[in-house]
């Protein structure tokens, strides 16, 4: 019986039997499950506990032997060691173990042996490219002996290969011949991959194939293109062969990246290239099975994007359980659905990838997993979109005073379209790019109403509404506008708190100024300010409806008198329940009154019948009276305090008689009349129904109406052909114009020359258009001879004639000519 003679590291090797920390590790092989590939850290300074790689050398009935993949040395192991059913473990299978000492011997051993794949173990480093060499002596059949691994023996067969001008001898077996090549002969030319054991560096010929068979076709997909060549991924193996453009059968112009091919292989300056190139049917190449059940599992390690090393493609792992116990899987950069940020720890699911050309496993379309939350312990938070853009966003956040910038990448569901308002749950982490930055990541869509961005207390509280919050938009102001105001009673102090229209609990019941209302008190969680919520009208205040005329109307705002002509009201066109285009000065309007700011304005106003609001009575007694304007109205000297103005009654001879009298809008008898102090005018007068009191109505200028021509027209205001101030022309405005009369340039126009109080210009009112064309002579001749004869029938033009076009007249008359 021969003695195997021990390997040369058991004669330097001299045991430190008084150390402690030389001791045997006898594992749990549950502890082992439970973390395979971990670095297990040292009890003793100095004495690391670090995994290996291995292969199963030598069986026995009760221990076997381990050959080390990484260096040169044979360990042994006890069957007890090994974590499975050691039946089934059979030689040259892939071990990962420990190495620790015998502590009666203190020779190595290795413990916690458990199998792994084998595509994750290799003794050697194989080139990737391939050489041409000639077979000097062919390779037998050896039969196992002992328990050897088989091919161990010296029944190798002789590649010879010319390399830099040096003849090389490199050793072979029958299992290094590829399984779809014929077995070489002695004389025959071949093609062979050079391996180096890692372990002592001795070489070998890998993966030899007749030059023959080496003819024929191979296919893979086109991965990179350059000027005039390009790299093809093959189907094979792992590995990119050259091409150049000319061996492609077809137009070079429609070979694209991706593309599936067909090639063979020749070898040119010692390295192989692909040739005779043809383009395949897309999908006829597939390098990897994809299982279709998804596994859940827990990453260990992330992929870090800035490692572009292609030995590290795969240099994330995620460990998943298995019926046999835990097992890592690599997994690329390219392998996540999608582009959430994961991290380690997360809880993932996702499928297992087969490589057809190495039987490499990966884990692809990896996705992060809810569960996550759960069990790291992750801080969340919530909030609302505000803004979206071309793939980012912002969030309004529930828990702090911030809108959170965030990627369309980062959500979890890659169907979900995003929408302003939806609600929002994610974690803040800080911007890569920009550490000051903090970014939204890992967001998840919620249900509406799942978001709170207030602590309503339970208490209930009565108050007044003592201002209205806006109902237009500001966009100088916050996104809930202006607030309004309620005042209430709490503990025998007067407290007031803001609220804003969305806090009202019927939209359509929106609470007034003076309506009594009941609420809850919110605390905003970002800020700690408090306001009322759930706003719920419980009184109306009746007596609050006022009445009144339209005195004043702007662009997009008025005023109105009230019923007793005693003040003016603010008013926007917004406040008004129809058709602004419909209002008309001296309107009779019912509306409420509210303060937004500093100011009382009105609000809900309506539109009256005409004659709702009682006229007064006109005082037959007093006749037709004439007199001068003493006081203008506010609308037409603004820095007055008194609303109405005064009219001051006069005889025939120019003195004053009786008190003066005041009056309004509704006391002129044209309302866009622009009356100033010191203007001659006809009146009446009449009594209030009310209290009694007089006041001037129907109220008319005695002015000398001016002549010109209109100059041009710039949207709502013009210009005309008079001087009242030196080399300046007249200004008027489309809103003193009588019957809505449409202007022109070239216009003929009479009008009242007016003087404003304030800035001292003079402008155009009461503007009348006259005819477009003057009469004939004929006809004024005529008219000088009509005597007026009151007794006699008149006719009075109602409507001006219109044409067929709506235009003015008839069209000049067209001779109609017969069809020849």
């Not at 990453?299 to 116990?325: C, D, F, H, Q, W």
């Amino acid at each position: 019986m021969s003695v195997k003679k021990p390997s040369p590291q058991w004669k330097k090797f001299q045991p430190p039997v008084q150390d402690p920390a030389i001791i045997p590790i006898h594992q749990n092989p549950s502890v082992i499950n439970m973390n395979v590939n971990a670095e297990m850290q040292p009890t003793t300074p100095g004495f690391p506990r670090v995994r290996e790689t291995g292969l199963i050398d030598k069986k026995q009935h009760s221990y076997g032997f381990i050959q080390c993949c990484d260096r040169d040395a044979r360990l042994f192991f006890h069957f007890s060691e090994y974590n499975g059913n050691v039946e089934t473990l059979k030689i040259g299978e892939a071990v990962e173990f420990q190495m620790s000492y015998d502590r009666r011997t203190g020779k190595p051993v290795a413990v916690g042996v458990v199998k792994i794949d084998p595509s994750m173990v290799s003794p050697e480093i194989v080139n990737d490219e391939k050489v041409q060499g000639t077979i000097v002596q062919e390779a037998k059949l050896v039969k196992q002996k002992n328990g050897t691994i088989p091919g161990t023996q010296d029944g190798l067969g002789r590649v010879t290969y010319v390399h830099n001008g040096e003849c090389f001898f490199l050793p072979y077996g029958l299992e290094d011949v590829v399984s779809n090549s014929t077995t070489p002969k002695s004389g025959e030319d071949v093609l062979f991959q050079i391996a180096t054991d890692k372990r002592d560096g001795k070489i070998r010929a890998r993966n030899v194939e007749s030059l023959e068979s080496a003819t024929h076709r191979y296919a893979g997909v086109v991965c990179s293109m350059k000027d005039t060549f390009g790299f093809i991924e093959r189907a094979d193996i792992v590995k990119e062969i050259f091409f150049h453009y000319s061996e492609f059968k077809g137009d070079i112009g429609e070979l694209i990246l991706g593309d599936d091919v067909s090639f063979g292989i020749q070898i040119r300056n010692n390295k192989e290239v692909a040739v005779e190139i043809e383009r395949l049917p897309e999908g006829t190449v597939i390098f990897e099975d994809i299982a279709v059940e998804m596994v859940k599992g827990k990453i260990l390690k992330m992929v870090k994007s800035t490692n572009r090393r292609p030995s590290e493609a795969l240099a994330g792992r995620i460990m998943y359980e298995t019926p046999k116990g835990l097992i890592e899987i690599p997994f690329g950069e390219k392998d996540q659905r999608g582009e959430c940020t994961l991290l380690q720890g997360d809880t993932v699911e996702f499928q297992i990838a087969t490589d057809r050309r190495d039987k490499l496993q990966r884990a692809t379309n990896i996705a992060l997993l809810e569960d996550t939350f759960e069990y790291s312990g992750e801080i969340r938070e919530t909030g609302m979109i505000a803004a979206l853009k071309d793939g980012y966003g912002f969030i309004y956040c529930a828990d702090r005073d911030a809108r959170m910038f965030f990627h369309f990448s980062e959500f979890l569901d890659l169907t979900y379209s995003p929408r302003l308002q939806d609600e929002l749950q994610f974690t803040v982490d800080q911007d890569a790019s920009e550490p000051s930055r903090q970014v939204a990541t890992r967001i998840k869509h919620l249900a509406k109403g799942s978001v709170s961005f207030v602590n309503v207390l339970p208490a209930v509280y009565i108050g007044t509404i003592d201002k209205e919050p806006s109902t237009h938009k500001n966009q100088g102001k916050t996104k809930d506008g202006e607030p309004g105001n309620i005042i209430y009673d709490y503990e025998g102090t007067i407290q007031q708190i803001p609220y804003y229209l969305k806090d009202v609990t019927d939209q359509n019941n929106l609470p007034h100024f003076g309506d009594k209302v009941d609420f809850q008190i919110g605390e905003i969680k970002s800020t700690a300010k408090k306001q009322a919520v759930k706003v719920r009208v419980v009184l109306r205040n009746i007596a609050g409806r006022c009445h009144g005329y339209i005195a004043t109307l702007k662009e997009n705002y008025g005023f109105i008198e009230t019923a007793d002509h005693e003040k003016e009201v603010f008013f926007h066109f917004s406040s008004f329940t129809g058709d602004t285009n419909d209002l008309e000065l001296g309107d009779e309007m019912e509306y409420t009154l509210a303060r937004k700011s500093s100011k009382v304005s009105a609000e809900n106003i309506r539109k009256l019948p005409r004659g709702t609001i009682p006229s007064d009575e006109i005082v037959s007694d007093k006749g037709t009276l004439q007199g001068r304007i003493i006081r203008p109205m506010r609308i037409v000297n603004t820095e007055q305090e008194e609303y109405c103005g005064l009219v001051q009654a006069m005889d025939d001879d120019g003195n004053d008689i009786d008190d003066p009298y005041p009056y309004g809008i509704t006391s002129l008898a044209d309302k866009r009349d622009f009356l100033q102090k010191d203007d001659v005018v006809r009146f009446q007068v009449a009594c209030s129904k009310k209290d009694g009191s007089l006041r001037a109505i129907n109220i008319g200028a005695l002015r000398k109406f001016i002549r010109a021509k209109v100059d041009s027209v710039k949207g709502q205001y013009g210009f005309i052909h008079f001087e009242a101030e030196e080399g300046k022309k007249l200004f008027f405005h489309m809103t003193e114009v009588h019957d809505s009369a449409v202007i022109q340039p070239g216009d003929e126009v009479e009008f009242v020359l007016v003087q404003n109080q304030r800035n001292g210009k003079y402008s155009a009112c009461s503007l009348r258009k006259i005819t477009d064309t003057r009469r004939p002579e004929r006809l004024l001749s005529r008219l000088k001879s009509i005597t007026d004869d009151s007794t006699a029938y008149k006719v009075i033009i109602v409507r001006n004639p219109r044409g067929p076009d709506a235009g003015k007249g008839f069209q000049p008359r067209t001779l109609w000519k017969p069809v020849s």
